[in-house]
Every structure is written in C-alpha cells, then in structure tokens.
Nanobody, 124 residues
C-alpha cells in the first residue's frame, strides 16, 4: 500500500503564502507522477499542479506564476509553495500519486493514491 499524508494547511490572509507538504510512505517504489488537487466549497475537485518522476511540471491556469510544485524523492515528500494567495484558493488540498505505466503496482495496489486532505483558508 501507499500512504500519503498532507500537512501545512491553515488560515492566511489574501496575498500571503503557505507551503504544503505531502509525505509518502509504504510501497514508495510504486509512486511515479505526483500532484496536488483541490476542492473548494460547492466545487468539483480540480488539478492544481502535477510533477512527473522526471520533474516535468504542469499547472492549472489559475495558479500559474503563483504556485510552485516540487518533490524530494530522497525524503519521499511532495511540496506545494503557494504565494499571492487569493480567497478563491480556499479549498481542501489533496495529495495524489499514481504508479508508473504498465507497472505491476497498478494491479497490486491500484491506479490512484490519495491523501485525506488539508484545509487552506484564505481570508480577504
């Protein structure tokens, strides 16, 4: 199994910054691409940013230039640096990971791994 635990959420004023962390444990060799998703009040869960095992990144248009995703494979940890936060960034942020393509991990442990989420609240 793969376990993901997020931390770093909290209350911040608009314009402020927060850094989210996601620590992975368990069968970490089954982790390839990792990402952050969020779900705001009354909204669908959406991709915020993702990073591949080759450190290629992509971002939602709404966070480009403000958020930075990174990973430290030696520490099995994913990060999301969030700057210039806006009230519309308020959401529960979830850590996500998936195994490599055509990996036995997909059969043995599934195709998606999720953390339980951490709440980010941005006040105006």
């Amino acid at each position: 199994q793969v376990q993901l635990v997020e931390s770093g959420g909290g209350l911040v004023q608009a314009g402020g910054s927060l850094r989210l962390s996601c620590e992975a444990s368990g069968v970490t060799i089954c982790i390839s691409t990792m990402g952050w998703y969020r779900q705001g009040p009354g909204k669908e869960r959406e991709l915020v940013a993702a990073i591949t095992s080759a450190f290629s990144t992509n971002y939602a248009d709404s966070v480009k230039g403000r958020f930075t995703i990174s990973r430290d494979n030696a520490k099995n940890t994913l990060y999301l640096q969030m700057n210039s936060l806006k009230p519309e960034d308020t959401a529960v942020y979830y850590c996500h990971a998936e195994p490599p393509d055509r990996s036995i991990c997909r059969i043995r442990y599934g195709v998606d791994y999720w953390g339980k989420g951490t709440l980010v609240t941005v006040s105006s």
